[in-house]
């Protein structure tokens, strides 16, 4: 089992839908949670983090957190297509960042 | 504010052949962080520093990779001798100290290596 997984896509959205992306962990004892979004060939940019249960709002994105599920969720609401690139979840444990391998977004006019 | 750089963007290098490969963290960043993505994988740790000293290398691959930072400022990854297995991008991080502000980590634009 990865430490972080998630669902690699793509997820094909329409201009104007909310896009949900999802990602579960395995360390119980994770307490920081980010989410960052990588354009091709570009570095990775944190658009999220998110420490405590429920949610978090910053804009048209909205990270979730359940740790008794061990789930973290993003909501990309009214999802543009500059939205689409791949999002990457990372957990921190003992200050590095576990990273899933990402979620391919595709948003289309 | 200057964010994290990175140097060279792009690296072509044989088997055998030494690369060095140089990050600048944001200034005043204490912790600096090497991670690589090898294709169709995930992003991966190699290692943390805090200031010029080396807080976890549990991520470093083999003893062919040997990183620096002297000074608390730069920080060095050298590669040698390379190995086809190598290959793949390498990002450099940088965050404050706890206590500085969030504890957040800022990722530079990563080295693409390629070794034939």
């Known amino acids: 089992q990865k430490e972080v997984e998630q669902n690699s896509g793509p997820l094909s959205v329409p201009e104007g839908a909310i896009a949900s992306l999802n990602c579960t962990y395995s360390?119980?004892?994770?307490?920081?949670f980010f989410w960052y979004r990588q354009y091709s060939g570009k570095s990775p940019e944190l658009i999220m983090s998110?420490?405590?249960?429920g949610d978090k709002e910053d804009g048209r994105f909205t990270a979730q957190l359940n740790k008794a599920s061990q789930y973290v969720s993003l909501l990309i609401r009214d999802s543009q297509p500059s939205d689409s690139a791949t999002y990457l979840c990372?957990?921190?444990?003992?200050?590095?960042?576990?990273f899933g391998q990402g979620t391919t977004l595709q948003v289309k006019p | 504010e200057a964010g994290v750089t990175q140097f060279p963007s792009h690296s072509v290098i044989e088997k055998g052949q030494t690369v060095t490969l140089r990050c600048d963290p944001i200034?005043?960043?204490?912790?600096l962080y090497w991670y690589r993505r090898v294709m169709g994988k995930e992003i991966k740790f190699l290692l943390h520093?805090?200031?010029?000293?080396?807080?976890?290398e549990s991520g470093m691959p083999n003893n062919r990779f040997l990183a620096e930072r002297t000074g608390g400022t730069y920080s060095t990854l050298k590669v040698q001798p390379a190995e086809l297995e190598d290959s793949g991008v390498y990002f450099c991080?940088?965050?404050?100290?706890?206590?500085?502000?969030?504890?957040?980590?800022?990722f530079g634009p990563g080295t693409r290596l390629t070794v034939l």
């Open positions: 360390d119980r004892g994770s307490q920081s």
């Open positions: 200034s005043g960043h204490d912790n």
């Open positions: 990372a957990v921190k444990n003992t200050g590095k960042l576990i």
């Open positions: 991080a940088s965050s404050p100290l706890p206590g500085q502000g969030d504890n957040e980590q800022f």
């Open positions: 998110i420490y405590s249960n």
């Open positions: 520093f805090v200031k010029e000293s080396k807080q976890d």
